[in-house]
T-cell receptor, first 112, second 108 residues
């Protein structure tokens, strides 16, 4: 049972480039989330989804877009990367919003 | 705006010490409070608390919630070097809101 799988694990982008982070879960969870983690700031919610075909903005959505075309996948896109988006990105999923989340192993993104 | 505040931000203790980590919150539509431990990678789940005054225990770790005063504590007794990590508190309303974390370092 894989749980939550994130790809890629590491990436270096140049300013202005675009990329997509993929999150896949095999637990039939309805809820999926994208967080970024920066030193001293904990985990901040970027976007989340409460089911297939739905997305919603979190605390820090600017510069990111998401899609949930299939229940098991939640994609995070950066259309034009900026150095301020250098961070570690975590995907998570849960059955309900109050449950413990299952996290992916993270993607370390550096924008130069 | 939902808010979760953890204290202290960091602390250093010696093996065998007991530590108490604090988490206070202001969240609409409270459902649960969760504690996570984060070492090098993804946070791993420790406890979920939904009711006041009921202590949850797992080995040397325990936690309790006070819904009237809007806080929770995480206790670790007889600390070991393997307890060194970031401890995250998160409060679930419509979604989880995380605190900044407490960095714990246990020296041998």
């Amino acid at each position: 049972n894989a749980g939550v799988t994130q790809t890629p694990k590491f990436r270096v982008l140049k300013t202005g480039q675009s990329m997509t982070l993929l999150c896949a879960q095999d637990m039939n969870h309805e809820y999926m989330y994208w967080y970024r983690q920066d030193p001293g700031m904990g985990l901040r919610l970027i976007h989340y989804s409460v089911g297939e075909g739905t997305t919603a903005k979190g605390e820090v959505p600017d510069g990111y877009n998401v899609s949930r075309l299939k229940k098991q996948n939640f994609l995070l896109g950066l259309e034009s990367a900026a150095p301020s988006q250098t961070s570690v990105y975590f995907c998570a999923s849960s059955y309900t919003p109050g449950d413990g989340y299952t996290f992916g192993s993270g993607t370390r993104l550096t924008v130069v | 705006e939902d808010k979760v505040v953890q204290s202290p931000l960091s602390l250093v203790v010696h093996e065998g010490d007991t530590v108490t980590l604090n988490c206070s919150y202001e969240v609409t539509n409270f459902r649960s409070l969760l504690w996570y431990k984060q070492e090098k990678k993804a946070p791993t789940f420790l406890f979920m608390l939904t009711s006041s005054g009921i202590e949850k225990k797992s080995g040397r770790l325990s936690s309790i919630l006070d819904k009237k005063e809007l806080f929770s504590i995480l206790n670790i007794t007889a600390t070991q070097t393997g307890d060194s990590a970031i401890y995250l508190c998160a409060v679930g309303g419509n979604k989880l809101v995380f605190g900044a974390g407490t960095i714990l370092r246990v020296k041998s």
